[in-house]
C-alpha cells in the first residue's frame, strides 16, 4: 500500500517516548503541558457561555461571529496593539490557523523558515501542506535572537515563522530581529509575510513587563496567531485566531484567500464563539494562575540551580518552560532515560532541534512541590556523571 509522502515514512515513537507511555503515571512529570491537569481553580460555571439557545441555530460566517472576532481585537489593546475586527479570521486551533496560513501563502514544494531550536510541531505541520522547513538558528547567546539563514537557502522561501515568545526558550523576537528575518532575501525582493505565533504573550515571567505584539506589524504582511488553549488555559475548547496585518493591498488579498479556506473547512463551532466574550472575562482568574505559578516555579528553579554550578538555567522570558544548560558528560536520551526510572520526566533538548546535545526542557506549569522536588532530582540525576 502506498501512502502519502507528506507523513513520516517510520511512525515509531523515539526510546523515550516509547518509555514515558510504558511508565503511565509518573510521580515528578516536569513534562506536562495541559493545564487542565494541573490543579488550576477553574470556575465551575465557566463554560455557562455555551449553553447560549442562539448556538441551537447555524448561520455560518466563515471568517467568524463578529462579536467573537470583537472580542478578540478588544485582548490586543492590553499589547498595545490596535486591530480591527474585520482583519481576524476564526479557527479551531493554531495548529489550523497554520495550516491555513500555508495554503494561503504556499505552494507545494515552497520554503518557509522555521526557528531552531522550537517546538517540533513546525515540520510536520509544514510537510501536511507539502511545504519545506528552512530552519534558522536562536543564538543562547543573545538571548535567542534570530540569526538569518544564508541567502542561498532562503531563495525558494515564501514566508518566515516567528514564535513570540518562543516555546521552549521563553524568549521574546525583539523588532530588529524580526524585521532581519522578513529582509532575508535582500533589499531587491519584497520583504517576506510574517507568520507571528504568540499564544504564550499572554504570560510574561517579569511582573513589570508587558510584551508587545506583532498583531498590528505593517511593514509586509503579518499573520499574528493566537488562541484560548494558552491565553485562557482552555484547550479543549478549540478557538483560535489569525489576525491580519500590513500594506492595506496585501492585507485584503490575504483575507479573501483565508475566508475562502475557511468556508471550505467552517471548522469552528458556533456554540464557542458565542460564548468567547464571557469566556475571555470569566476565565481571566485561570490565566491569573497559570501565570503566578510559572513565576513561582522560575524563583524556585533560580534557588535550586544556584546550588548546581555545573548547570545553567537560561531564564525565559515569558512562557511555561525553562531550558536548562548542563555539561556533556552523558548524552540526553541517557540522562533522561536513566531520570525516568527515577520517578522524573523531563524532555530532552533533541525534541526541540537545539543546536547540540547538553540541553533538558522542564514545564513551569506543576504544583510547587512537583515542580521543586522533581528539578532537585534532575539536577541530581546530573551532578552524579560529573
Known amino acids: 500500500m502506498r501512502f502519502s509522502g507528506r507523513l513520516p515514512g517510520d511512525l515509531t515513537m523515539s526510546p523515550w517516548a516509547k518509555a514515558r507511555s510504558a511508565a503511565g503515571s509518573v510521580p515528578f512529570d516536569l513534562t506536562v503541558s495541559n493545564p487542565t491537569a494541573c490543579g488550576f481553580p477553574y470556575p465551575p460555571d465557566l463554560l455557562r457561555g455555551l449553553a447560549e439557545p442562539a448556538g441551537l441555530t447555524y448561520r455560518p460566517e466563515p471568517r467568524g461571529l463578529p462579536a467573537a472576532r470583537a472580542a478578540i481585537a478588544r485582548e490586543y489593546a492590553r499589547f498595545g496593539a490596535t486591530v480591527d475586527p474585520g482583519r481576524i479570521v476564526l479557527t479551531a486551533s493554531t495548529s489550523e490557523a497554520y495550516a491555513l496560513a500555508l ?45 538569518p539563514p544564508a541567502l542561498t ?29 522578513a529582509s532575508t532575501r535582500g533589499r531587491t525582493l519584497p520583504a517576506l509575510p510574517l507568520i507571528v505565533d504568540e499564544v504564550f504573550l499572554d504570560f510574561p515571567l517579569d511582573a513589570a513587563a508587558t510584551p508587545e505584539s506583532y498583531a498590528s506589524r505593517a511593514r509586509s504582511l503579518t499573520l499574528t496567531l493566537g488562541g484560548l488553549s494558552k491565553s485562557r488555559g482552555l484547550p479543549q ?7 491580519v496585518s500590513g500594506p492595506a493591498a496585501d492585507v485584503e488579498a490575504a483575507l479573501e484567500r483565508l475566508e475562502h479556506v475557511a468556508d471550505t473547512y467552517l471548522s469552528v463551532s458556533t456554540p464557542v464563539q458565542l460564548a468567547l466574550p464571557d469566556l475571555l472575562e470569566r476565565a481571566v482568574p485561570v490565566a491569573d494562575a497559570i501565570r503566578a505559578r510559572c513565576r513561582e516555579n522560575l524563583a524556585a528553579a533560580t534557588g535550586i540551580v544556584r546550588d548546581h554550578p555545573a548547570v545553567e538555567l537560561l531564564a525565559p522570558a515569558a512562557g511555561w518552560s525553562a531550558v536548562l544548560r548542563f555539561p556533556r558528560v552523558i548524552g540526553e536520551e541517557a540522562l533522561v532515560l536513566g531520570l525516568l526510572r527515577e520517578g522524573v520526566a523531563v524532555h530532552p533538548g533533541y525534541f526541540f532541534d537545539f543546536p547540540h546535545e547538553g540541553y533538558l526542557v522542564v514545564s513551569l506549569l506543576p504544583p510547587i512541590e512537583v515542580f521543586a522536588r522533581g528539578l532537585r532530582r534532575a539536577l541530581d540525576g546530573i551532578a552524579a556523571h560529573l
Open 103 to 147: 495554503k494561503v501563502l504556499c505552494d507545494p514544494g515552497s520554503a518557509v523558515l522555521v526557528p531552531a531550536p522550537s517546538y517540533p510541531l513546525f515540520d510536520h505541520l509544514l510537510a501536511l501542506e507539502g511545504v519545506r522547513a528552512v530552519p534558522y538558528a536562536l543564538d543562547p547567546e543573545s538571548g535567542w535572537q534570530p540569526h
Open 153 to 181: 537557502e532562503a531563495d525558494a522561501a515564501r514566508a518566515v515563522v516567528v514564535v513570540h515568545p518562543n516555546n521552549p526558550t521563553g524568549s521574546l523576537v525583539d523588532r530588529p530581529g524580526a524585521e532581519r528575518l
Open 237 to 243: 475548547l478549540k478557538l483560535a485566531w489569525i489576525v
